[in-house]
């Protein structure tokens, strides 16, 4: 089962302020129901980190997606980042992510690891 999806394929109505929450919950469910994400989307590469998804990542031209990665994504052992396209090695990263069993992932990402800093948020 593949499925195309993008990001920003989405309709203003669905971006309304009132809507948003709503939206983007769907989009991180549609995440979370698949084996595997294979993206070249820096938000996409986030929202597979906070919602525990197995994800292979592109890196971009700009090296944005890598710097992102590697500062701050790197940690999550179910994503893993490509510098280059090599069809053999992605049919090979794709089998085993989607092998992954997500009860044993190492989330840095997850939300329990943010109840101290919106805690201190709320205090403020």
């Not at 948003?20 to 698949?34: G, I, M, N, Q, Y």
């Not at 992605?90 to 805690?119: G, H, I």
């Amino acid at each position: 089962d593949v499925v195309f999806k993008d990001t920003v394929d989405v309709t203003l109505d669905e971006c309304s302020p009132e809507n948003f929450r709503a939206t983007l919950e769907s989009f991180w469910a549609t995440l979370r129901s698949k084996k595997v994400v294979v993206t070249d989307r820096l938000h996409c590469m986030i929202f597979c980190a906070i919602t525990g998804t197995p994800c292979i990542v592109f890196d971009n031209s700009n090296n944005k997606i890598s710097g992102v990665y590697d500062e701050w994504i790197s940690g999550c052992d179910f994503i893993k980042m490509c510098k280059k396209i090599d069809i053999e090695n992605l049919l090979s990263d794709v089998d085993e992510k989607m092998k992954l069993d997500s009860s044993n992932f190492k989330n840095p990402c997850s939300r329990e690891n943010f109840v101290p800093l919106v805690e201190s948020i709320k205090q403020k």
